[in-house]
């Protein structure tokens, strides 16, 4: 088992920046992929930014490069999310996740999931 527990979230102005962060625990070994995923209500959920557990490559959705950052701290077993500039489009809650699939933008890869924390951004 591998739980997932965010932490970071908050309100911000466009522009602003937020830092957040995911623990994990369990059986990290087991999974491919540390990811952050982000969903609005009545959308699909949406890949933001992805880690392979493997040699460390990152991997970011277009509609962040530039502005967010994926990183892990392996000794403290924790995932971050870095965002810059944020923009009231990037409003959603954010999910960690963790898992083995093949592609990291697909949710059905990943088999474990934080709870989630909201990220309001205002204009």
């Known amino acids: 088992q591998v739980q997932l527990v965010e932490s970071g979230g908050g309100s911000v102005q466009a522009g602003g920046s937020l830092r957040l962060s995911c623990a994990a625990s369990?059986?990290?070994?087991?999974?491919?992929?540390m990811a952050w995923f982000r969903q609005v209500p009545g959308k699909e959920r949406e890949g933001v930014a992805a880690?392979?557990?493997?040699?460390?490559?990152?991997y970011h959705a277009d509609s962040v490069k530039g502005r967010f950052t994926i990183s892990r701290d392996r000794a403290k077993n924790t995932l971050y999310l870095q965002m810059n500039s944020l923009k009231p489009d990037d409003t959603a809650i954010y999910y960690c996740?963790?898992?083995?699939?093949?592609?990291?933008?697909?949710?059905?890869?990943?088999?474990?999931w934080g709870q989630g924390t909201q990220v309001t951004v205002s204009s």
């Open positions: 996740a963790a898992g083995a699939g093949v592609s990291w933008r697909e949710p059905r890869n990943f088999g474990y």
């Open positions: 369990g059986y990290t070994y087991r999974t491919y992929w």
């Open positions: 880690i392979y557990n493997g040699d460390g490559s990152t």
